[in-house]
Every structure is written in C-alpha cells, then in structure tokens.
C-alpha cells in the first residue's frame, strides 16, 4: 500500500481537492483507494457526498481507540473508501494532548488495513498540529499541493522543518515525493518564476541528507478550472461532475502518473523528469478568466487550536534515546523565500546568471 499525505499547513491551495480527485482517478483505474480526511473542516468527506453530522464513525473514533479503523471504511464509490471527519474530530486535538503516544495513534491502526488497499491518502488540515502528526507518522510520502503565486513559499520553510523533524524522530520512512502546482495560470508571470525557485531549491537539496531530496515537481499541473471549485457542493468528484473539462483531464493525468511513472528508486518513490505538457491555455480558460478569479478567493487558514503540539511532541521524543534507527541529524536548509514581485526577481535574475554562466 502507497501511503501519502497531502499537505500545506496553508489554506486553500488544494489540499482537499487534489486529494479527492487524484483518489477518484486511481479508483477509476481500478486501484483500491482509502483516503481519510484529517480536517475537522470535513471539507473532504463532504466533497465525497457525506454528511460530517450524520456520518458514523471517522477517524475521531480511530485516533480515540473508540473504533476499529475496518469499522470507520466507508465505501463511497467503486474502489473508493473514506475515513470521514464527523463532528467530534473538532475536539480531537485537544482530547489527545495528554495520550502517550498520542501522535503514532494512525500508524499503529493502519497496520491492519495495510494489505488491502494499494493507497491510503490523507487529506491534512492546514495546521500543523497532533492531527497533521498522526498522518505525517502514518505515511512513507508526502505530497505538497502548492498555489503558485507570490506568497506560495510563504511557510515552506516550517513545513519542510516539520517534515524533517518527523522523519528523524517519528517516521524515518518519511519522504517528500511530489509537489503538485494547483490553481496554475500560464498567463500569470509569477507562476512559473515561483516554480522556477522551487526547481532550483529542489535541485540543491538533490545530495542533502534530508527527506526531499529525491522531491520533485509532478509534470502536470492543475490548472485553474472552474468547475473543480463547483464541484464540491454537489458532492462529486470532478469525473462526476463534468468528465470533460480541463480539471478532469489533470486530475486523471495526476493518477494516471502517480500510479504508473513514480519509481520506486531503491527505497524511495522517485519522479521522472519530464516536461510539462498540459499548461497551454486553452480557450475555456480564457472564457472563464475573471469568473474563476471571483469565486476563488483566498481562504484563512484556520488558527489550530494546539499548533505549537508538534514542536511539543518532538521535544519530548528527543528527550528520549533514540531508537533502532539511526537517522543522521542535519541542518534543514532554509526554503527560499519569496515575498515580492521584486525579490523574485532578483532570485530570478540570478539563476539566470548563474545558468549562463555555468552553460559559458
Ligand atoms: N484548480 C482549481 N481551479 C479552481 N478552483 C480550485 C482549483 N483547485 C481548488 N480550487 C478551489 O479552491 C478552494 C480551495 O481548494 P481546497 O479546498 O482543495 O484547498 P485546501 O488546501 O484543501 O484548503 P484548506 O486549507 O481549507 O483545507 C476550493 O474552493 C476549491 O474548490
Ligand atoms: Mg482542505
């Protein structure tokens, strides 16, 4: 079983929706898919047609022992389980604060479900809080959706900080395998001068010891769509809702590449390199321009109510003796930096510099 978690501890970049549709198209496929949404937003489980007030047991009752994570698998589609978010994981956090071993409680109830499924995807919420640990210590890969404007990599550093630390100490399988633009737009400069800083920062971590060294940007981008934002409140997938539009296309692209161009180098899921094909605009994007841009506005991310439980949970697990695995410590470079149109572009400019200077 491939598990991933899909996180940013940013709002609205596409968490949720690349989650329930890259699942819904490796369903399609025929993979057998389990996605668990660990949001008290309960933003995926709604997304899949379910009622976070009336639905029975979710991942509240898996994290508080009060249920077997075979009894909380609901079958949503054909080849499609989900561990839904009802009403209670809201108080999840701070219930779990004084549980020993509060942030393995995922890992140790997936053990069970491990041959059943070819994938386990976690759809976290934007924090970085217990619940975001529980799925990071669950997982062997993490997938980073990312908006790529200008405060895309605003708290890219704390994320990957966060990822580092889990790894050492929690989860040393755990690695950053894919980041997936969302919400891209050609017409927008910014976009691919943000991916231009991300290849670059991923390029320099190539022969680092840290867990997104073998990282890289998956080759389809999901572009702007309108319908992917619409989708939602008629509790469909994008495939449900309209087969044919740019969003399903990606989206099957996205499964279609996960599941069958992800290597696995040795013992880590590696990206090909290959050139991205699908960002051309096409004349729906450009009909729908300014509607897409109106119903799409940025989204808070909600202040968790324990965020600061990470940097807790760790300092205690390094209080203890390490165990079995050895995990080297290392610095975690720091992410680039992006806050403004102009400092990109030195950023930018640079690079260029330096890459006619290199090809000279
Ligand atoms: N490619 C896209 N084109 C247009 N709208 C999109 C696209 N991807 C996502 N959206 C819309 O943008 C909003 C944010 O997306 P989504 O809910 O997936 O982000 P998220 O990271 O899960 O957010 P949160 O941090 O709140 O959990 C939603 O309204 C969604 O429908
Ligand atoms: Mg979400």
Redesign the pocket.
Known sequence: MRTIAVL?Q?????????TVNMAAGLARMGRKVAVIDM?P?A?LTIHLGVNPETAGAGIYEVLTKSADINETLTEVRENLYLIGANINLVGAESELVSVVGREIILREAIETIRDDYDYLII?C??SLGLLTLNGLAAVNEVFI?LQPHFLALQGFGKLLQTVSLVSKRINPALRVSGILF??YDKRVTLSSEVKADIENFLENARETNTPWSDAAILPIF?????K??E??SYGQTIFEYEPECN?SFDYAAIAEYVDKKMTKDGKHIKLLTEEVTNIEPTVEEITEGQA?EE??TE?A?PQAVTENIVEETIAEVEDTPQQAVNVPIVEVPAAPSVNTPSEIETIVSKDLNTSENSSS
């Open positions: 940013n940013k709002g609205g970049v596409g968490k949720t929706t690349s949001d937003q933003h759809d919420a934007p959706p969302c919400m999901v572009r702007r769509n309108i992917l934002a989708a939602p969003g897409a119903v799409i989204q991310a």
